[in-house]
């Protein structure tokens, strides 16, 4: 099993929007703290939205920010969100299922338990999980709070 690089991309945007908990995230910040496509993030965005775990505000000055904090943001909520179909095999779909063994065949429940076990995992762990070293992200990310510089009087 693979996850999307949807999926991936999203969980990026949790946890910078985690580190920067004090002001909006802007899109653009993102993309370029990854380096990955403004556009593609624009389409996370959108869902995360939708889904009700990040709230986002549009105009001069919008951006993103976590709808709850991080502690309440399950990563299995999360990959549910971003994956859409989750049919591993083409059996796990009646309306579409070729197979001639689905009746008889067990690889369907097996996959079914193996899916579950994996969202059980994924249930057990919060956007607060992934965060545990802040400072240290940030500096990674280059997104580390700036600091002034000293001027020496002379």
């Not at 545990?132 to 020496?152: C, F, G, H, K, W």
Request: some cysteine; proline content about 4%.
């Amino acid at each position: 099993m693979q996850l999307t690089q949807f999926s991936d991309y999203a969980v990026r945007t949790l946890m910078f929007c985690a580190l920067r908990r004090d002001r909006l995230c802007r899109v653009r910040d993102i993309a370029d703290a990854y380096r990955v496509s403004e556009h593609h993030l624009m389409k996370v965005v959108q869902v995360l939205g939708h889904a009700g775990i990040i709230d986002t505000v549009r105009g001069r000055g919008g951006g993103i920010r976590l709808a709850r904090e991080p502690h309440e943001i399950v990563l299995g909520e999360v990959v549910r969100a971003t994956e859409g179909n989750l049919t591993l095999v083409e059996c796990f779909d009646p309306a579409t299922s070729s197979c001639p063994l689905t009746a008889a065949c067990r690889f369907q429940e097996a996959l079914h338990r193996a899916r579950a076990a994996f969202f059980l995992v994924l249930d057990g762990y919060t956007l607060a999980d992934l965060v545990v070293m802040p400072e240290r992200m940030r500096e990674s990310l280059d997104v580390a709070p700036r600091r002034q510089p000293i001027v020496l009087a002379h």
